[in-house]
C-alpha cells in the first residue's frame, strides 16, 4: 500500500491514484441516494480525498505546469475544507467530484507515472 507520507513525485502520483481507485470503488454501483445514505461510504470517500488533498501539495510545480487544466489550487485546498469544516462538507460535493473531477485527474496521474517510470 503506498504511504500517505510521500516525499518523492513517484510517491505523491501512487498515493493519488491509489486513493482515486478507492474512492470510485467504494462507490461503484451506488447512486447519490445510496451513497448519501451511507456514513461509512461518505466517512470513506472523504477520507480518500483529504489524501488526494495532501498528496498533490506534494507534487513539483514544473509537473503541475504541464498539466495547467487541473486546478491544483483547488485540490490541494479541497483538503483543509475537509478537514476543518467537515459540517459544511455536503455529500451532493462529494458526489460531484467522485463523478467528474478524478477521471482527469487520474488520466495525469497516470501520465506522469509513466513519464517518471521511463526515466
Avoid at 447519490?32 to 470513506?44: C, W
Avoid at 486546478?71 to 458526489?95: F, K, N, P, Q
Wanted: net charge negative; hydrophobic share 40%; aromatic share 6%.
Amino acid at each position: 500500500m503506498p504511504s500517505t507520507r510521500s516525499k518523492q513525485p513517484i510517491d505523491a502520483l501512487a498515493d493519488i491514484l491509489h486513493n482515486i481507485q478507492l474512492a470510485t470503488d467504494f462507490i461503484e454501483g451506488m447512486s447519490y441516494e445510496a451513497f448519501r445514505a451511507d456514513v461509512r461510504t461518505v466517512y470513506a470517500v472523504t477520507r480518500c480525498l483529504e489524501i488526494i488533498s495532501e498528496a498533490s501539495r506534494r507534487l513539483p510545480k514544473q509537473l503541475k505546469a504541464r498539466h495547467a487544466d487541473i486546478s491544483w489550487t483547488d485540490i490541494a485546498g479541497a483538503g483543509s475544507v475537509y478537514r476543518h469544516s467537515y459540517e459544511d462538507v455536503l455529500e451532493r460535493i462529494l458526489w460531484e467530484t467522485l463523478q467528474h473531477g478524478l477521471g482527469p485527474l487520474k488520466a495525469v496521474v497516470e501520465e506522469e507515472l509513466r513519464r517518471l517510470e521511463a526515466g
